[in-house]
């Protein structure tokens, strides 16, 4: 838990034991277990580290998923000591969703996801997307909330603060199966629709969690084919104009350069072509034209807000109650329940 805290914050060992006028190697065997802080050191982490003491002490430690229990994508520009913040984050992200799912029963209205059954190894990433369309009775055309499609079949969508613009999403599964996706809210919305559905593809698809190319690439091919199905758009992509993605883009919520992707995808562009559009698309690389909110798609993320409202109203935690049971302080804590439309802060803060 030590070492948790401290990653959470940005901080190295060699930074904490100047900070609390210990040395490095006090703190190392801290964090592997060969000598424990008296209780004097143990308040003065608290107060340098920003958690309550209750944290360093809490025994249902394996609700924190190590990072390799889940999929992030990350840029390359990513450094290793952010990249460790990062996943620091991300088990006190599933932490907590443990925490708030333990004692709520599936007959409450919080139950197991119904993803396909017995997928066979061989299939691909678009017959998958295709066939949890299907099972999920998902109209034909554009998907209006992708969020709340989710959300209905038990899969919980929330949009946070990475802390780092180099990461876009984070998916895993929690000790008693509740699948969980995490994205950077802090990105346009046609981007933040691909990220979720690429979430899912990895949900659907990896169950080892390895990361490499392979699987980004089967998740990018499931979420195109999860968000724009080839026998509903393929007719539109055809004979491909730069001026015709701006209504595509409005009609699909997907972005122009997905649109694009999706079109050289399904060899409605050849090569030259799509070079050609690129290069047109290159000034809007960063900001896009075309609001896709204000053309009806909506991503609101209700479920883990849901699953707080039932500690309070259902039953009757107190804030300083709820707040323990997660070990948080006042500002985290605050942060937390604005992320998910309960409060008035922000969300996980370094205090680097």
């Not at 889940?70 to 620091?88: D, F, I, M, N, P």
């Not at 709820?322 to 937390?336: E, I, W």
């Amino acid at each position: 838990m030590l070492e948790l805290a401290r990653s959470s914050r940005g901080i190295t060992q060699k930074e904490l034991a100047a900070l609390i006028n210990r040395t490095q190697a006090a703190v190392s065997q801290w964090e592997h277990n060969l000598r424990e802080p008296n209780e004097e050191d143990i308040s003065t982490l608290s107060t340098v580290l920003n958690y309550p003491t209750s944290f360093f002490y809490q025994e249902d430690i394996d609700a924190y998923l190590p990072p390799v229990q889940g999929h992030y994508r990350k840029k390359a520009a990513l450094k290793a000591v952010s990249r460790t913040q990062l996943e620091a984050h991300f088990r006190l992200l599933g932490g907590w969703v443990n925490k708030l799912q333990d004692v709520i029963e599936p007959e409450d209205g919080i139950a197991k996801p119904d993803f396909l059954d017995d997928t066979l190894t061989d299939t691909s990433p678009e017959d998958l997307a295709r066939q949890l369309r299907a099972k999920w009775r998902i109209p034909n055309g554009p998907l209006r909330s992708l969020t709340t499609l989710l959300e209905n079949h038990k899969i919980v969508v929330a949009k946070t603060w990475m802390a780092n613009e180099n990461v876009d999403g984070y998916s895993f599964f929690t000790r008693s199966g509740m699948p969980v996706i995490y994205v950077n809210k802090d990105v346009a919305m046609d981007r933040l629709r691909f990220n979720i559905a690429h979430e899912l593809g990895h949900l659907v698809m990896h169950s080892d969690c390895l990361p490499d190319a392979e699987r980004e690439n089967e998740a990018h091919r499931f979420a195109a084919e999860f968000l724009m199905p080839r026998f509903d758009i393929e007719d539109q992509l055809r004979g491909l104009r730069f001026e015709s993605l701006l209504p595509l883009k409005a009609k699909w919520g997907c972005s122009m350069a997905s649109l694009l992707y999706r079109a050289k995808q399904l060899k409605l562009v050849n090569d030259d072509r799509y070079r050609s559009l690129v290069i047109e698309l290159s000034p809007y690389r960063k900001k896009e034209p075309v609001d896709v909110a204000k053309h009806g798609f909506v991503e609101h993320p209700q479920l883990l807000g849901e699953m707080v409202r039932y500690h309070v109203e259902e039953m009757e935690m107190t804030t300083t109650q709820l707040k323990g049971m997660l070990h948080l302080n006042d500002a985290d804590f605050s942060q937390l329940m604005l992320s998910i439309g309960r409060g008035n802060g922000g969300m996980y803060v370094s205090h680097r």
